[in-house]
Nanobody, 123 residues
Framework: QLHLVESGGGLVQAGDSLRLSCAVSGQTVSKYNMGWFRQAPGKEREFVAAISRKFGIIRAADSVQGRFTISRDNAKNTVSLQMNNLAPEDTALYYC????????????????WGQGTQVTVSS
């Protein structure tokens, strides 16, 4: 059983940066496609970024391209999301996810989820 724990969220101002981390236990992170999703109040869960288990191919939502970067550290068994130039519309609960099927943009492609870490960006 895979266990995911997110950390690194907080309250920041527009233009600031944050680095979210997802600690993986129960299996090695390199065996899974890893993703970050976010969910704002009253909205559906939204894809942010993903990294494939093979070759580390990255994909990101258009809304975060050029600002957010996903990375994986196999030695530490973690996945990170570096978020730069944050904007109020980035405010959401951010979830780490893992799956074996594909590094897709839909939540149903992922089998394991963390509890989330809150990111709040003030204007």
């Amino acid at each position: 059983q895979l266990h995911l724990v997110e950390s690194g969220g907080g309250l920041v101002q527009a233009g600031d940066s944050l680095r979210l981390s997802c600690a993986v236990s129960g299996q090695t992170v390199s065996k899974y496609n890893m993703g970050w999703f976010r969910q704002a109040p009253g909205k559906e869960r939204e894809f942010v970024a993903a990294i494939s288990r093979k070759f580390g191919i990255i994909r990101a939502a258009d809304s975060v391209q050029g600002r957010f970067t996903i990375s994986r550290d196999n030695a530490k068994n973690t996945v990170s999301l570096q978020m730069n130039n944050l904007a109020p519309e980035d405010t959401a609960l951010y979830y780490c996810s893992a799956g074996e099927k594909s590094y897709d943009v839909v939540p149903s492609a992922y089998d394991y989820w963390g509890q989330g870490t809150q990111v709040t960006v003030s204007s």
